[in-house]
C-alpha cells in the first residue's frame, strides 16, 4: 500500500479508552441522572455517525435516558438507528425525540437536559481533580484520581519507529489539544509529530467525517498519497470524503479493531463503509505499508 504520509487517530488507535473516555460516557450520565446506559451502548452511537467528540455523545445518550422517562419507548438500536438516518449527530438526536414526544414532551425532557452539568461531570471523572484544575481551571466536586490513567498503550515502541522514520507522520483527533498532548507523550509521539501536523478539536470546527482536516495535513506534508488509521467509522468516512473533495490526492482509510468495532462485526462494518484495510492493531500496520 503505497503512502507518502500517516495519520493516526488517538482513542482506540494509540491508547485504548474503553475504561476512560468511554467509562466517562457511561458514569457521567448516571451521576447527574441516576440512570444511564450500557458502555456496549456507546458503539451504537458511534457507528450512527457524528459523534466524534464524546461530551456530545454524552448529550445524545443523556436525551435518550431522560426521553425514556416521557414514554419514548423506542429500544436504543432504534434510537440510534433513527439518528443515522438523520445523518448523524446531536441534532439528529433532538430531532428524533421532538419528533416522537411531540412538543410539550421535550420541553419538559429538555427542561432537565444540562449539558453543561454533564460536560463538567465528565471532566471531573476524566481528569481527575488534579488535573481538572489545571486544565478546566475550576474547584472539583468530585474527588477522584482520574479514568485518563486507565489508558493502556497500544503503539508499540517498534510501530512508532518504523512509521516516524519511514513517513511523514499527523494525528487527527477529536480530544481536545491538551488532552491529546497528555496521550502523544504516553506514547512516546509528542516530539516526533509537531503542533502543525496535528488536529484536534480545537482546531476545526466540522470534525469527523468532514475532510478538511485530512486534506490539510496532506497539504502540509505534500503528500500524494496518505493513509488515515482509524478506530471508527466516520473514521473511514472521513478517508472517503477527502478523495471526493481532493481527488489529486489517495487517501486511504483503515480500521483497527482495538477501539469499539471488534471482531467479525467489526470488520464487516468496516468493508460496508470501503475501509482500504482492517487491522488487529496499529502495529499491523508496517508490515501492511511495507506489502
Known amino acids: 500500500m503505497n503512502a ?6 488517538i482513542d482506540g488507535v494509540l491508547v485504548d479508552v474503553a475504561d476512560s473516555y468511554r467509562r466517562a460516557i457511561v458514569e457521567s450520565i448516571d451521576h447527574v441522572y441516576d440512570r444511564t446506559i450500557r458502555k456496549a451502548d456507546i458503539q451504537r452511537f458511534k457507528d450512527a455517525g457524528g459523534f466524534n467528540n464524546d461530551w456530545e455523545l454524552t ?36 430531532a428524533v425525540v421532538r419528533d416522537e414526544l411531540g412538543a410539550r414532551a421535550t420541553q419538559r425532557v429538555t427542561g432537565r437536559w444540562d449539558r453543561e452539568r454533564l460536560r463538567d461531570v465528565f471532566q471531573q471523572l476524566y481528569l481527575g481533580a488534579d488535573l481538572y484544575r489545571g486544565l478546566e481551571g475550576g474547584e472539583p466536586d468530585i474527588e477522584t484520581r482520574g479514568f485518563i490513567h486507565d489508558e493502556p498503550v497500544l503503539l508499540e515502541e517498534s510501530t512508532r ?26 506514547v512516546g509521539l509528542e516530539d516526533a509529530i509537531p503542533l502543525e501536523h496535528r488536529f484536534t478539536m480545537d482546531d476545526w470546527e466540522e470534525g469527523k ?13 505534500s503528500a500524494s498519497a496518505v493513509v488515515f488509521v482509524g478506530d471508527t467509522l466516520d473514521d473511514i468516512r472521513t478517508a472517503t470524503n477527502a478523495n471526493e473533495t481532493d481527488p489529486g490526492r489517495d487517501y486511504r482509510g483503515i480500521g483497527v479493531l482495538t477501539g469499539g468495532l471488534t471482531g467479525d462485526e467489526g470488520r464487516n462494518k468496516y468493508a460496508a463503509e470501503d475501509a482500504s484495510a482492517v487491522l488487529e492493531s496499529i502495529n499491523e500496520l508496517p508490515n501492511l505499508l511495507e506489502e
Do not use: K
Not at 180 to 185: C, G, S, V
Open 4 to 9: 507518502d504520509a500517516v495519520v493516526l487517530d
Open 59 to 94: 448529550y445524545a445518550a443523556a436525551l435518550y435516558v431522560l426521553a425514556t422517562s416521557e414514554g419514548y419507548g423506542n429500544s436504543i438500536a432504534d434510537f440510534t438507528d433513527d439518528i443515522a438516518s438523520r445523518g448523524g449527530g446531536l441534532e439528529a438526536a433532538e
Open 161 to 186: 519507529e518504523h512509521l516516524v522514520e519511514g513517513y511523514d507522520v499527523g494525528v487527527l483527533t477529536g480530544r481536545p489539544e491538551a488532552e491529546a498532548e497528555i496521550a502523544l507523550e504516553r
Open 209 to 221: 467525517p468532514h475532510p478538511r482536516a485530512l486534506t490539510t495535513l496532506a497539504e502540509r506534508f
